[in-house]
């Protein structure tokens, strides 16, 4: 792990404000299957503005409805990031890329069928 990553920070109100203002590829993740301490990603991306990005995905208008389903439900969420100042193009797509990869990125699919399951209490 670089100096500029961070290894994860459970997402919510509360957290956002260690959230910096600087661009970075990030992923959210939720809980694994019940019983497992493994984490699955939900989402990967990369932004000039990381706090406004994180605002961004709980807000109602976020455009990518399961995700937008899940960062508004009462699961848990969790947020890995790698600080990118003054990065080429190619080299955030490479990173991008490679994370999703690597985290295992769930589909669109599943992210869909598993959208109903969400409470919203």
Not at 46 to 72: C, G, K, N
């Amino acid at each position: 792990m670089t100096p500029n990553q961070n290894p994860g920070l459970i997402l919510s109100e509360l957290t956002l404000e260690m959230v910096p203002h600087q661009p970075a590829v990030y992923a959210i993740f939720s809980d694994g299957e019940t019983g497992t301490t493994n984490k699955r990603c939900r989402f990967v991306g990369y932004t000039e503005d990381l706090w406004a990005a994180v605002l961004h995905h709980f807000q109602p208008s976020e455009p990518i409805v399961p995700l937008r389903y899940f960062m508004l439900s009462s699961k848990l969420k969790y947020l890995r990031f790698e600080l990118v100042p003054e990065a080429e193009k190619n080299t955030i797509f490479n990173r991008t890329q490679r994370w999703m990869e690597e985290f295992n990125m769930i589909s669109q699919s599943q992210e869909k069928e598993e959208a109903a399951q969400f409470s919203f209490s």
